[in-house]
């Protein structure tokens, strides 16, 4: 074992969300890196503070009481490195999600080229495209220069032409964004992020560069009209989301000062993981499902790719003001197992708006809250998979496509009383196909190791090893139509000491095995009606399929996909209760 296991260096990583603030301490046990323990605070990016850096001590205190510990000097300092006495830490992470959506505009020449690559690029992090300039646009000129001094956006992403490839088109589009920015006042002008032809670097410097807060430069994203490659602008778009932050947020200067730089958006910092452990689980499919009051955050990872989208539009704080802007009261009500009225709802949405941190005090509110998730996810899931690979079959019938492990985590999903009510939430929104290992992230560490691998690339390994993490359990969800009550499976669980549970799944049901956590079993299956989990309609491994226990066992989920809920509410709601009653909710 290498010495730097043993002599290893404590982490404290520190996450600033639009409502909460958490600190979690990592260090060495036993040899080995491990999730100690996390104290949390109400974030304090908003008034009457409006200080984040307040926050992150105040989360650090509660984590000093239950450390025993002291992190932070007198003057509420931080303490590092870590002191012979045991106070202090050795190293700070911070991944950063609190603050108003980044106002964007994108530049570029093709719709379905450049432009396309710009709006999967900025759907990596905390923006809202509030601008599209392209080559086919149509207005004039001072018209794209008073939309942009009306809008005054905080970033400018400025992609088209291949490389060696087109010029003065480019050079055109840029000319309205510089004068633009020169009758702004300095300190409203928007940084901008050009990831276009690299031949324009000089003209785009003398036509933007001096008139832009910051001006940042990254390769291609479309060096050829074949090949999109994303993660070098997604890097640089990543600090200069922080920068942005600096000038928008007291405090968070103060915490990349402590934290030597080491400062991400969280929604980047879970993304990395996601790329970690789609290599890592032997180029398996990981799906990552976060909702908080920032954003819906979904990242997922293939062989080869991955893909990051933020969807602050969803989020469950301020933004839920506007979320009837993507949805109805009705859609959302549906989720619901009892009978909320809209106007009930609408208050909720204006009321939790206001008062993000605030949490389900009876049936009702926990209801209408779970219905609002329940939306905000699966709308949330019905854009991320656009821009999920293309020669993946489901797409095409409107399906998510299979996974094999799937994290979630966020306040929302992490913070609900009982895995049951977890893994109902996002069977129900975002419906996943096939065989997939569910795994809640109950202490929301993922964007935190993400975060904390720039500073120690074993340290995520080793905690993610180590149990930290809550193994839900095993879902089979076949695809199958057929009518209500009829059997489309017939599954058998062999355990490792030779005996079996048996059980018969019908259309519009859910079903469950047992299979203790850190236990192994081989399920069986006969498939009915041409349902399909993901080996072909009718097909299943002679051999059986591997299966992982956890909390919840095995859970067959036999609503068909896309299932749709019955039209009448009665008959809903029962359902509804059916199946919570049947995964051990109440």
């Known amino acids: 074992m290498p010495s730097s296991l043993v002599d290893g260096n404590s982490l404290l990583a520190v996450d600033v969300g639009a409502s909460s603030t958490r600190a979690v301490l990592f260090d060495v046990v036993e040899g080995e890196y491990r999730f100690i323990a996390s104290g949390i605070a109400p974030s304090t990016a908003e008034a009457p503070i409006k200080d984040v850096s307040e926050g992150a001590r105040n989360a650090i205190v509660n984590l000093q009481s239950v450390l025993g510990k002291k992190l932070l000097d007198s003057a ?33 020449l093709l719709k379905d080229v450049s432009l396309e690559s710009a709006r999967r690029l900025t759907s990596s992090t905390y923006t809202r495209v509030v601008d599209t300039i392209a080559l086919n646009d149509t207005r004039k000129a001072e018209q794209k220069i008073d939309s942009i001094l009306r809008l005054r956006p905080d970033l400018v992403v400025i992609t088209g032409g291949t490389d060696g490839g087109a ?6 589009m840029l000319e309205p964004i510089g004068l633009a920015s020169f009758l702004l006042p300095e300190e409203k002008r928007p940084s901008v992020l050009f990831a276009g032809n690299q031949k324009l670097e000089d003209e785009v410097k003398s036509l933007v560069g001096s008139l832009s807060s910051s001006m940042h430069f990254s390769p291609n994203v479309r060096p050829s009209l074949e090949t999109e490659d994303l993660d070098p602008a997604e890097r640089e778009l990543a600090h200069i989301f922080v920068n942005i932050r600096k000038r928008q947020i007291k405090g968070v200067d103060q915490l990349n000062l402590w934290s030597g730089g080491h400062i991400l958006p969280t929604a980047y910092a879970t993304g990395r993981m996601v790329r970690y452990l789609t290599r890592a689980y032997n180029d398996s499919s990981i799906l990552s499902v976060d909702i908080g009051a920032s954003a819906a955050s979904i990242s997922a990872g293939f062989k080869g790719t991955s893909t990051l989208n933020v969807f602050p539009q969803y989020g469950l704080g301020e933004n839920l003001a506007h979320l009837l802007k993507y949805t109805t009261l009705e859609d959302i009500l549906r989720w619901s197992w009892l009978d909320i009225s809209k106007g009930v709802l609408s208050d909720y949405l204006y009321q939790k708006s206001l008062y993000p941190a605030t949490i389900a005090a009876t049936k009702e509110d926990l209801a209408v809250s779970q219905a609002i998730t329940r939306q905000a996810l699966h709308l949330a899931m019905q854009n991320a998979r656009r821009d999920f690979p293309r020669n993946i079959a489901q797409i095409k019938k409107n399906l998510t496509p299979g996974f094999s492990y799937i994290f979630m985590g966020g306040g929302a999903l992490s913070d609900a009383s009982r ?12 419906q996943p196909v096939g065989v997939s290992t569910v795994i809640l992230d109950q202490n929301n560490l993922l964007p935190l190791l993400g975060a904390a691998a720039s500073r120690n690339n074993i340290l995520p390994v080793q905690v993610m090893e180590s149990g930290a993490f809550m193994i839900i359990g095993t879902t089979i969800a076949p695809v199958v139509t057929a009518s209500y009550g009829t059997p489309i499976m017939r599954a ?6 030779g005996t079996e549970s048996r059980v018969e799944l019908k259309y519009g049901s859910l079903e469950t095995l047992p299979l203790a956590s850190g236990e192994e079993g081989r399920l069986n299956v006969q498939l009915l009606k041409g349902a399909d989990i993901g080996y072909g309609p009718g097909k299943s491994p002679k051999q059986g399929i591997s299966i992982t226990g956890g909390a919840l066992g095995v859970v067959l989920d036999g609503r068909g996909r896309p299932f749709n809920l019955p039209t009448d509410a009665v008959r809903r709601r029962e359902l509804i209760k059916k199946w919570s009653w049947t995964l051990g909710g109440e």
């Not at 830490?89 to 106002?103: E, N, P, Q, W, Y």
């Not at 895995?419 to 975002?430: A, E, G, R, T, V």
């Open 419 to 430: 895995p049951s009510q977890s893994l109902l939430l996002l069977l129900d929104s975002i």
């Open 76 to 108: 509420r300092g931080l303490i590092t490195p870590s002191q012979a006495n045991g106070s202090g830490v050795d190293a700070l992470v911070v991944t950063l999600s609190a603050g108003a959506t980044i106002k964007t505009v994108i530049v570029g």
């Open 492 to 497: 058998i669980l062999t355990y490792e000491n």
């Open 167 to 172: 010029s003065l088109s480019v050079q055109k």
